[in-house]
């Protein structure tokens, strides 16, 4: 019989729809829609965050639920029609609900809080903005959060910021994965593009509304991101990244028009990229250099930016090194068990009382007057939840649970994992208890180890033991807690006063380039004199890691 190769999907109580091809994941097509579901595991069919209900549908077409999908939902959903929006693939017309909580809800930051750091600081414009008529957006494209930033540019401040998952994941949690799926489908590299710029559409969309300005005032945009992000960004194939000597097809900035790159929002706004240092090094480390002014610090200085990649930039004797490591997503609170990134609802810092066992959480809260219950652990949570279980000895150096310790937290889940419970499911926003389990730890342990043998090669590389000083980058570095980071081993044994975090120096960059006319030149300069490690090749890449896993400082 004749397969329809396009289906309509129909969304519930509003009547909109919109079509999907046949054989397409759902969640992928409702993105494509620009309709942006929550991913907290990046559609691995893990968080269940995903969810929606099949009103009418085709059941003799519609796979049946698998395991994980009924482990996931619970047999109660499933029988009342709810399914993972990451697990099902259009194969008929869809009518379909979507419940508030499985939208992405804009966490958006208006007055300072995740604003950037910002050498010398900006001011961050009074809501609403006094404004006046022109308005950019400055992107941080992140393999796995996006950051944006809208920003009046006469007033030369930030309105408000938002941060997006970037939905690409679904296609594979790091760039190389992502480079893999274009090599296994010639199609994939239109989706990727479309992807990013539907969640940057998303977001900009998001902040224009909260902020009540006219998406036809915004009149430029620049974007930093890595390499890889980049390349995808702007519809160019990646995967020579993917094959030594990872050379890059491009490294310059590029300069596109609103209706060449397949943004939709502002027709007249001007895109730009900036340059490229090589295949593993983008323009989100060049930028960060250049907001934290690394050009100028005293020989010794290291600016870490911890994303899934964690970059790292020394300002040495001889001129600038840099390298680049695949520190994974867990530093974002992607692919912990109950991670997620740093927005409301987010544990960002854990206590635990020696005495009396009383574990005590801070959580993240953006609007103060609507607090939210923790729903998950972002990537600094997790930081200090280890440094946490490491001081009382609930792990070992060696990141095992400790098996002579008992612990009332410490214990078996229903499905016969062993896990520590941070939160009990009735203090959960999800009603789930909130847990770190031994596989968590290893990712953080693993990223870990990947960090402290970037920082340690590089020193290697340029005759000088440690970094004199360090400043840390990234979502994760606006957060971070230094002690617990220094007890992981996360850092070289520096003093704290010589540990700044720094935020998301990319993003404050990518501001800057937006407010300083010297910007790309200051760029070009800095990449100019920067020599780069591989440590992709490196013969002692291997057994510096090894070396580094141990929770040791
Ligand atoms: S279960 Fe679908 S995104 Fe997590």
Redesign the pocket.
């Known amino acids: 019989m004749f397969k329809k190769e396009i289906h309509k999907i129909r969304l519930m109580p509003s009547g909109q729809f919109f079509h999907a091809p046949r054989g397409r994941v759902l ?1 992928e097509a409702l993105f494509e829609a620009g309709i942006f ?15 929606l209900k099949i009103i009418t549908a085709d059941h003799s077409e519609i796979s049946p639920p698998d395991r994980t999908e009924q482990e ?1 939902l619970g047999k109660r959903l499933v029988d009342s029609g709810y399914r ?4 099902l693939r259009v194969c008929c017309d869809l009518v379909i609900e979507i419940p508030e909580n499985s939208l992405q809800s804009p966490d958006i930051v208006r007055k300072g809080t995740v604003a950037p750091f910002l050498r010398p600081p900006f001011p961050v414009s009074e809501y609403p903005p006094r404004g006046i008529d022109t308005y950019a957006l400055a992107v941080d494209l992140g393999t796995t959060t996006i950051a944006l930033y809208l920003c009046d540019l006469v007033s030369r401040a930030v309105v408000a910021s938002i941060s997006v998952k970037n939905p690409q994941a ?1 296609y594979g949690d790091d760039v190389m994965s992502r480079i893999s799926a274009i090599a296994g489908n010639h199609n994939t590299l239109a989706r990727l593009q479309a992807l990013a710029v539907r969640a940057v559409e998303w977001g900009a969309v998001s902040l224009c509304r909260s902020t009540n300005i006219d998406p036809e005032k915004l009149k430029k945009m620049v974007i930093v991101g890595n390499s890889v992000m980049i390349h995808l960004f702007a519809g160019e194939d990646p995967s020579s990244i993917g094959i030594c000597p990872h050379k890059p097809l491009f490294v310059e900035e590029k300069t596109f028009s609103a209706e060449e790159i397949g943004f939709d929002l502002s027709p007249s706004i001007k895109i730009q990229t900036l340059p490229l240092i090589s295949g593993f090094l983008g323009s989100d480390i060049v930028a960060a250099g250049i907001a934290t002014e690394i050009e100028n610090s005293p020989k010794g200085t290291m600016l870490v930016d911890l994303g899934t990649n964690g970059e790292i930039l020394l300002s040495a004797k001889d001129g600038f090194w840099a390298t680049s490591c695949a520190t994974g997503p867990a530093f974002e609170g992607a692919t912990i068990s109950h991670g997620m990134h740093a927005v409301s609802g987010a544990i960002d810092g854990v206590r635990i009382d020696r005495r009396t066992g009383e574990i005590v959480c801070s959580v993240l809260q953006y609007d103060l007057d609507k607090p939210k219950k923790p729903s998950g652990i972002c990537g600094s949570g997790a930081v200090s939840a280890v440094a946490e279980l490491l001081r009382t000895g609930v792990i070992l150096e060696n990141g095992r649970f400790n098996p002579d310790i008992h612990f009332p937290n410490l214990r078996y889940s229903d499905s016969g994992v062993f896990e520590f419970e941070l939160i009990s499911g009735e203090n959960s926003q999800t009603g789930r208890p909130i847990t770190l389990t031994q596989r968590d730890i290893r990712l953080i342990q693993l990223a870990k180890g990947a960090l402290r043998s970037g920082i340690e090669l590089v020193c290697r590389e340029t005759g000088i033991e440690q970094p004199e000083k360090l400043l840390v980058a990234g979502a994760f570095g606006s957060f971070v807690i230094k002690g617990d980071a220094l007890t992981i081993g996360m850092f070289p044994g520096l003093f704290e006063e010589n540990i700044e975090v720094v935020g998301n120096a990319a993003g404050a960059g990518a501001i800057l380039s937006l407010f300083d006319r010297g910007f790309l030149s200051r760029a070009k300069k800095l990449i100019h004199a920067i020599k780069v490690l591989d440590l992709s090749s490196h013969p002692a890449f291997q057994e510096t890691f090894i070396s580094f896993l141990p929770f040791s400082k």
Do not use: Q, S
Not at 37 to 51: P, S
């Open positions: 969640l579901l929550r991913t907290d595991c990046g559609g691995k069919g893990r968080c269940g965050k995903c969810m996931v993972l929006a990451c697990r679904i």
